[in-house]
């Protein structure tokens, strides 16, 4: 009896580990940052721009920052200075994140003042956009902050959106559940002189 006693709590003991095993078992964190900086090069590999020290330069650029970004979790930190090629879809895509506690980031480095002159496209869910002066004044076209294609979940956040010549932020239809947190929108518009 204490041996049948013995192999149960035993069988017990293993479904329960077995259970809380598949339940609780921690998730390998994949989560990366990696660096733009006016100092910094699109041939350094995207390993190499996980160090402050060897950013790339441009964001979206064939070989640029937003290249390096895979999915939920992953940050860019872009440093000071004026950048000129926003995020183009046509050159690459911003990968999507899960979940707000997981989203991508693309953020300017704490202290720094970052200056886009680029459009940017976004579409895709849950990336925050955060810190930047986002300056439309040298564009040919109007609108400098774009959700498109269903684009949901997108959060633009303490920055400033200036001088497009049509919309400063447009969200295109089918683009929903957007936030837009302590950001200043001035002086955009085909009727401001």
Known sequence: MKHALHQYMLFVTIITVSFLGGVLSP????????????TGSDANSCTAAQNASTPKLTLSGTAG?????????DTLIV???TYTDGIDP???????????????MIKANPGDVVTITGAGFLSGQYIIVDGFVIDGSSLAIGDIVYMCCGANHIRVQNGEVKNSSENGVLGAQGSTYNEFINL???HNGRDQT
Do not use: F, I, M, R
């Open 27 to 38: 998730h390998a964190a994949s989560a990366t940052t990696y660096y733009v900086a006016k």
């Open 65 to 73: 920052g937003v290249t390096c970004l895979q999915g939920g979790g």
């Open 79 to 81: 440093k000071v200075g």
């Open 90 to 104: 046509a050159l690459v895509t911003v990968p999507s994140g899960t979940s707000w506690a997981n989203a991508v």
């Open 184 to 186: 200043d929108v001035h």
